[in-house]
């Protein structure tokens, strides 16, 4: 019924967003330019590569095939290593200070803004531009996730969104509809809530992970609440859209909504809470999916596999909830750059050419379970049957891009942005109005304050 995959099964964890503002005073070179032209030998050329090691196993395994592929035709070197979710960017700081980055490094949404207004990375304008015709390009509101001005710094590559996770029979035992707003999500987790039997409306969490992070950009963004203009300049947060924003993130700590951990939970938590049916909705990944599929696979016999079924027949991922200003949604956006320390830029371009070609994109995003969702035109063309094909779980994980709102909304990715995602005071708002009884109003100012000295010290 299914594809092949790992039978082992990990919950996706939060991206643990360490601040890089030490890292950003470093005195570190300026980011040096280069051209692409596909060398005729690339015979010896040794790399590394930098990647997110996923909690789809079949996934990691599937890009380092793809990365072996290349080496094997050219007669090269190259090892892939890898970051996790917790570990993303105290890695790439470390690597910084000491002077020992890969070649090819993956980054998330804001990294391609933040490490090249820190001197790290290769200008790639002429190489994007001379494989355009081979791999396409990236969506308008998607393609300032790689470029500082004009410049560009990074290719990319996928999305992995997150999704307003249900359990239908649950809503429709309660008699109400799949949510469409963050009022309708409320207004459901109030009827599903049952404490006694523990069972809990909803499960989101205001930690420090991108399912914190994460959840609370598409909150801000959709109620039209945004730290940053068009420009990408700092713009104050203490608006009658904030409070609205802020409320509702207090409000589902009311009235025993959340199960009474769910402050203190880590990353994966909620994954798990949801695939335990402890709780009846949250905002997570795809491999909440993956880990529904792999249950139906580990199933012991006929009458566990029928309750796993059922079990997958009754999630339904939806599109983030609208707010007050529309509907959007933060994401992880992975794209590659070329570090300027590397010694043979032309192989990692090469490299690169060949893990962004549609068939390569696609042979990865196949091992995915919905997870990896290409971003150039070519690849995604190339991939629109296999997710359409596979209900409407994955059709609206495909349709994800129509609603990707970068860090910095309405504004390209800058280094300040990125770095009040990294600064975790996005959820340490919320947290702070609910843990230490802070008022919506004071915990907004705190959270203002704080995005605008960062504005102020990073320009």
Known sequence: MFERRATRRRVLGGLAAGSLAGAAGLALPRARSTTFAAPAVLQGADLRIWALKTYVEPTNEAIEASVQRWAEKNNAT???EYFTFEDMQTKYVAAIENGNTPDIGQLETGAPARFAGMGQLLDLTKFAAEIASEVGTAPEHVAPVTKVGDVVYAMPWYVMPAFWYVWRDVLDAAGVDLPKTYDDAMAAAKATTRPDEGIWGLGQSWNRTSDGYGVMQSLMYSYGAPWANEDGTYTSIATENMQAAMQWAVDIYKDDLQPPDALSWTGSSNNEAFVARKIAQTSNGPSVTYALETAVEAAQDAEDRKAREADLANHVALPMPSGIAGQRMWAIAMSYGIFNNTKNPDAAMSLLHHLLSPEETVAVMQESSGQFVPILSEARTASRDYFMERGPNYETFYNSLDL??????????TAAAAEV????????M????ISEGMSVDDAIEFGDERIKEIYESLG
């Open 430 to 433: 919320p947290a702070r109005s």
């Open 404 to 413: 990707f709102a970068p860090t910095g909304w309405p504004g390209a990715p």
């Open 78 to 80: 190259a090892k892939v």
């Open 421 to 428: 995602q990294a600064s975790n005071v996005l959820t340490d």
